[in-house]
T-cell receptor, first 112, second 111 residues
Framework: NAGVTQTPKFRVLKTGQSMTLLCAQD?????MYWYRQDPGMGLRLIHY???????AKGEVPDGYNVSRLKKQNFLLGLESAAPSQTSVYFC???????????FGPGTRLLVL | QKEVEQDPGPLSVPEGAIVSLNCTYS??????FMWYRQYSRKGPELLMY????GNKEDGRFTAQVDKSSKYISLFIRDSQPSDSATYLC???????????FGAGTTVTVRA
């Protein structure tokens, strides 16, 4: 089992460019989450999904969009990247009825 | 005021020392209190969690929760260099989809 995987591992963007981060899981978990982690700020929730076809805003959703067309995949999109979106992005999953979230290895994004 | 406050450190201790990590929180609805460990350039992984107030021990690690004062602690006994990581507290409520993370405390255990 691969668990939670994230693609790509690292990316450099120029301001205004767009990109999509992919999170894939093989644990059949219902819930999926996108976080960003910045120094001194901890993990902040961007968007989350409680099931296929559903998404909801988290704490810091502005500038990001998400889609969950398949249960195993959760996509995070940046339509027009800004330097403030330079961060490490983590995907996490959770089984319904449990509290533990399982995290992917992260995607490092640098926006110049 | 943040929902969860955690001293960011960093904390540097000699091998064998006891490490004490703390968080405070403001939401009285929190029932589950998790500690995640994050090694450098890796994703967080669950270390242990407790339900409601009390203590829980797992090997060299002890988690304490005092709901009356909204205070969460993690103690590491006989610390090892392999314990060097960032530790994040993450309380949550029952049937809550989301975790509220502290900023994390970075610990270095010197050999």
């Amino acid at each position: 089992n691969a668990g939670v995987t994230q693609t790509p591992k690292f990316r450099v963007l120029k301001t205004g460019q767009s990109m999509t981060l992919l999170c894939a899981q093989d644990m059949n978990h219902e819930y999926m989450y996108w976080y960003r982690q910045d120094p001194g700020m901890g993990l902040r929730l961007i968007h989350y999904s409680v099931g296929e076809g559903t998404t909801a805003k988290g704490e810091v959703p502005d500038g990001y969009n998400v889609s969950r067309l398949k249960k195993q995949n959760f996509l995070l999109g940046l339509e027009s990247a800004a330097p403030s979106q330079t961060s490490v992005y983590f995907c996490a999953t959770k089984l319904a009825g449990e509290e533990t979230q399982y995290f992917g290895p992260g995607t490092r994004l640098l926006v110049l | 005021q943040k929902e969860v406050e955690q001293d960011p450190g960093p904390l540097s201790v000699p091998e064998g020392a006891i490490v004490s990590l703390n968080c405070t929180y403001s939401n009285s609805a929190f029932q589950y209190f998790m500690w995640y460990r994050q090694y450098s350039r890796k994703g967080p992984e669950l270390l242990m969690y407790t339900y409601s107030s009390g203590n829980k021990e797992d090997g060299r690690f002890t988690a304490q929760v005092d709901k009356s004062s909204k205070y969460i602690s993690l103690f590491i006994r006989d610390s090892q260099p392999s314990d060097s990581a960032t530790y994040l507290c993450a309380p949550t409520g029952s049937n809550d989809y989301k975790l509220s993370f502290g900023a994390g405390t970075t610990v270095t255990v010197r050999a």
